[in-house]
């Protein structure tokens, strides 16, 4: 029996973002493209190193990018949209970085979510050009480990029916067409690979853990049949992740010579599978179980009875012992951080940990007398010990939890009797305009903060600034004749970040980034303990707002299902009862508003949508409880009180009934740039609830004229109702700068005043 320890692919951030800094100091051309090349070369090698210190057998190449890996891929094919006038050959970095952030005669590609992850890759488009391999980067990677290290790393490259799923711009016809022209340059990559000396080499199917029909399976089977008799030296692992692999019978059938598992999101399914159908003899499995998603130290007792169930149950003859994804999801090393509550961050383990984990536990499944022993101890120890810590025993609030009763979610009357109350109430014009939350964060908004975090200004000074900001911003809203105002958050940095450091239970991190797109990282919260509210936490700011004037000033909170969505969350909760925890905390802070005469509340919950599974039969069960929590931290209000949410991009066709479900009175969503896709769902599905459309891109500094914005509105009222109608932009306006933000929104206050007139 072999055991080999080796990971998919690991961050390439940098412990200091270096990478990410790298790549900026070149867009500002501070760096010559000889520098950034020569950098990027410094940033890969030192963290192969790094994986090879830390006991790997097999490390994993070609899972550094210069901007995103489906990007690379693309180009490697000579997938270069052509609006970016490309002439072939080996593709220069400006169009590189132009289709990748648009340039000044080309807008960027499309990005969107990697599987359900907070990850962002750019979306290939195929256009029906001639393939061409441009540039084998694999290869170079490869040979650069050999060269440097002396080893025979295992190259990974995105495996062709993920690419070709994730392509887009092909339809059925063509699909043919363009797998047909694909797969020879993969045989090519590949084959080169193998002449130079390589072994394994992982292709990376995370599609093939979705749901997949007959002609889907059938279309896989095709093509791993042509291309492996295209290399038929070549050792193939195919890696899956993020889920159990789908048709599972079928699939671990095809000629690869390996098939990588995840055990950790996959582990009930896939031990199921195991289970029922064996696994072939003749392949080697990558068995996922150490979690690549979260930063928890792993109990590695537990995961080395998983092992052995798993060699027992599939006879399997070699099994390399990984993690269930790659750990670029995952920050680089908890060494960096030096102010975390030690309980806490002795119980994580982020990239570097995992790694370690990775190969102790190989170490002690192959000969059980290992020091790893002790290993073992002290994982199951440092988890006992978080588990012991008070933040995680907050009886108030598990009781509370567990105390929920149905009438907890629902508002008193329903909604049209609430609309005809709130309308009564409020009086509101028609077509009421409105924002989405906030203005501008100029630069001195920022430089302020960040002073005032650093201690150099006092709590007063710092209070002083956002009220003057708040003010001046209720004075331009009045003055543009907006009719529901929003105090701006000013004092905002982050849309969880503000919330946790008022709620107990979370904790922040120093270093501990992930890349979210492109050269972007975000730094998300650690939930490790129960969720609690404590004092108000927006309170102060809203009622400063709304005594500045006569109009309505909206209150503005982030809600539940955003706030876990978008930190790491403890595990040893069900998902859904740290969500009550947070829609409880936040319930109070909705009464707090309500009491202190806040009219309207809004909950927003942009990232309820990109937590949806995988599996389109598990979104009920999601759906369920997340519909429940938001309603749970809105519902205890008076009828009066008009609660709205907002999301920001909404494939609408299959999230009416849901957004319906939140039973929120208004919602606000993003329209402008999917505009006919909502009129023709809404048209298929009507909804009832007020809704306010997004009527201009906020991600544009582009100044919209009053008939586009007309133009749309009468669009949408030929599915919509006008008493059911909102004006407002996409988003919040934070990204944007004033001059940009007032014309547009003068634009769209006098678009809503002509259509008043209209009808
Ligand atoms: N209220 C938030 C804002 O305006 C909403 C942001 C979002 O949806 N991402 O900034
Ligand atoms: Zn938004």
Redesign the pocket.
């Known amino acids: 029996m072999t055991y080999t320890s080796t990971a998919i692919g690991y961050p390439y951030i940098g412990e200091d973002r270096e990478w990410k800094k790298t790549l900026e100091a070149f867009w500002r051309n501070e760096l010559s493209e000889e520098d950034i090349l020569k950098t990027l070369k410094d940033i890969r090698i030192a963290r192969m190193d790094k994986q090879l210190s830390l006991g790997l057998d097999i490390i994993t190449v070609g899972d550094f990018t210069y901007y995103d890996r489906m990007l690379d891929t693309a180009v490697m094919f000579g997938l270069v949209p052509k609006r970016f006038d490309w002439q072939g050959g080996k593709v220069d970095l400006q169009t590189y970085y132009g289709v990748a952030r648009g340039n000044n005669n080309a807008v960027a590609s499309e990005m969107t979510k990697w599987f359900n992850t907070n990850y962002h890759y750019i979306v290939p488009e195929y256009e029906g050009q001639a393939l061409q391999l441009t540039e084998n980067k694999i290869l170079a990677d490869f040979l650069e480990a050999k060269e440097v290290f002396g080893i025979t790393a295992k190259p990974t490259i995105i495996g062709p029916y993920t690419f070709c799923k994730l392509t887009k711009g092909y339809d059925k016809i063509s699909q043919v067409t363009f797998i047909l022209a694909l797969l020879p340059l993969y045989a090519q990559v590949i084959q080169e690979l193998v002449d130079a000396g390589a072994q394994w080499i992982q292709l990376e199917e995370p599609s093939l853990v979705t749901t997949l029909d007959e002609a889907e399976v059938k279309l896989v089977q095709e093509i791993y049949t042509q291309l492996t008799a295209a290399v038929p030296k070549a050792k193939i692992m195919l890696q899956t992740y993020f889920e159990s692999l789908s048709a599972y019978e079928a699939l671990t059938a095809l000629p690869v010579q390996g098939i990588g598992l995840d055990f950790v999101h996959g582990y009930d399914k896939n031990m199921e599978a195991l289970r029922q159908f064996g696994f072939p003899q003749d392949k080697v499995l990558a068995a996922g179980v150490i979690n690549g998603r979260d930063i928890w130290r792993a109990n590695l007792a537990e995961v080395s009875t998983t092992v052995k169930a798993i060699e027992q149950l599939s006879g399997a003859k070699e099994i390399w012992i990984q993690s269930s994804c790659s750990l670029q999801h995952v920050p680089i090393t908890t060494a960096l951080e030096t102010k975390l509550d030690p309980v806490l961050k002795n119980a994580l383990a982020f990239a570097d940990e995992k790694l370690v984990e990775i190969s102790e536990i190989t170490k002690y499944v192959q000969e059980k007398n290992h020091a790893t022993n002790k290993t073992i101890s002290e994982s199951m120890k440092a988890i006992e010990a978080l588990k012991k810590h008070p933040v995680r025993n907050n009886k108030a609030i598990q009781n509370a939890v567990q105390s929920v009763v149905p009438e907890d979610f629902e508002r008193q009357k329903d909604f049209k009797s609430r609309q005809t109350i709130q309308q009564e109430a409020l009086q509101l014009p028609l077509f009421p305009t409105t924002?989405?939350?906030?203005f501008p964060q100029s630069d001195e908004v920022k430089r302020t903060r960040s002073a005032w975090r650093k201690k150099q200004l006092s709590d007063e000074v710092y209070a002083t600034f956002v009220e003057e900001e708040t003010k001046r911003w209720i004075g331009i809203q009045e003055e543009l004749d907006i009719d529901v105002l929003?105090h701006g958050?000013f004092e905002?940095t982050d849309?969880v970040e503000y919330f946790g450091e008022k709620l107990t239970g979370f904790a922040f991190t120093e270093k501990a980034w992930v890349v979210s797109y492109g050269s972007r990282g975000v730094k998300p919260p650690i939930i490790y303990g129960d969720v609690a509210w404590e004092t108000p936490m927006t309170v102060k700011e809203t009622a400063y707002a709304q005594n500045l004037t006569n109009r309505y000033v909206k209150g503005?909170l982030?809600g539940p299902v955003?706030i876990l969505n978008w930190s790491f969350v403890r595990d040893d909760l069900s998902r859904k009862d740290v969500t009550y925890q947070i829609a409880l905390a936040l319930r109070k802070e909705v009464e707090a508003l309500e009491a202190a005469g806040i009219a309207i509340i809004?909950v927003?919950e942009?990232?309820l949508r990109e937590g949806l599974p995988l599996r389109k039969e598990n979104w009920g069960e999601y759906l369920d409880w997340t519909v429940k929590a938001f309603k749970l931290s809105t519902a205890s209000v008076k009828d009066e009180t008009q609660i709205h949410t907002?999301?920001?991009y909404c494939e609408f066709n299959d999230f009416i009934e849901p957004i319906s479900a939140l039973d929120a009175d208004v919602i606000s969503i993003e329209t402008s740039r999917s505009h006919g896709e909502l009129i023709s769902s809404l048209q298929n599905n009507p909804y009832e609830k007020g809704i306010g459309l997004g009527v201009y891109d906020i991600h544009s500094p582009r100044v919209p004229s009053e008939e586009e914005m007309l133009t749309i509105m009468q669009d949408s009222l030929q599915v919509l109702t006008k008493n059911q109608f909102w004006v407002n932009p996409d988003?919040?306006?934070?990204t944007r700068k004033e001059p940009e933000t007032v014309a547009a929104l003068a634009h769209m206050v006098a678009a809503a005043k002509t259509l008043r007139q209209q009808v």
């Open positions: 924002t989405i939350g906030s929003v958050e905002r849309m503005m982030t955003t809004q927003d942009p990232a907002h999301m920001c988003c919040g306006l934070k």
